[in-house]
């Protein structure tokens, strides 16, 4: 059974900095992983989809990987904003089952301190 | 380009009265269409899934129905909300390949007293 975990629970780094964002998977078979960003009270913006043959996906400051024998997903954030701050989700379309039914990790809340 | 509206986005209803939320999509056609669910600490969960017109699969047994009487649009209704429906409802879509990217409405804010 497909599972997808992001560590750490919560993030909190000063403005500037580059961060990473984790997020593991436990069944390599995917169609693709997509990150999204969530703001208090909103709904779901898509950053980054990555498709399975894909190693990378980049927009802007944002860069995405994926290493699918390893199970994980990074989001790297360069020179983080405060504007960053928001909860970052990671998704994994699997082949096995139902693969209309995304499987979705708990998120990561990041805090971008000016 | 494509663009996806739900409404309203805040709705407090009494337990046992009906309920309608609506979704839009916009600049595109034949879309897969989802419903979920968002409770706080336990992530997204797929509610209904629509690939069609009338074509509506059900993720989650429970006190909620959808329906899809038009190409773009998708609708989650109930016929006597429980205080346990209360959450936060999203609407999404993907193009006519099942696998590619999923793109969300604002979010309906329902809270049943």
């Known amino acids: 059974k497909q599972e997808v975990t992001q560590i750490p629970a919560a993030l909190s780094v000063p403005e500037g900095e580059n961060l990473v964002l984790n997020c593991s998977f436990t069944?390599?078979?995917?169609?693709?992983l997509q990150w999204f960003r969530q703001d208090p009270g909103k709904g779901l913006t898509s950053l980054l989809l990555?498709?399975?043959s894909q190693r990378e996906q980049t927009s802007g400051r944002l860069n995405a990987s994926l290493d699918k024998s390893s199970g994980r997903s990074t989001l790297y954030i360069a020179a983080s904003q405060p504007g960053d701050s928001a909860t970052y989700l990671c998704?994994?379309?699997?082949?096995?089952?139902?693969?209309?039914?995304?499987?979705w990790g708990l998120g990561t809340s990041l805090a971008v301190n000016p | 380009s494509q663009t996806i509206h739900q409404w309203p986005a805040t709705l407090v209803q009494p337990v046992g009265s009906p309920l309608s939320l609506e979704c839009t999509v916009e600049?595109?056609?034949?879309?897969?269409l989802y419903w979920y669910r968002q409770a706080a600490g336990r992530g997204l969960q797929l509610l209904f899934y629509?690939?069609?017109?009338?074509?509506i699969s059900s993720e989650v047994p429970q006190n909620l129905s959808a329906s899809r009487p038009q190409d773009r649009q998708f609708i989650l209704s109930s016929k006597k909300l429980l205080l346990s429906d209360s959450g936060f409802y999203l609407c999404?879509?993907?193009?006519?390949?099942?696998?590619?990217?999923?793109?969300f409405g604002e979010g309906s804010r329902l809270t049943v007293l």
């Open positions: 600049g595109t056609s034949n879309p897969n």
């Open positions: 990555i498709q399975s």
């Open positions: 069944d390599s078979a995917i169609y693709n």
């Open positions: 998704a994994v379309r699997p082949y096995a089952g139902n693969n209309r039914k995304l499987i």
């Open positions: 999404a879509w993907t193009g006519q390949v099942f696998n590619g990217e999923l793109f």
């Open positions: 629509s690939i069609g017109i009338d074509q």
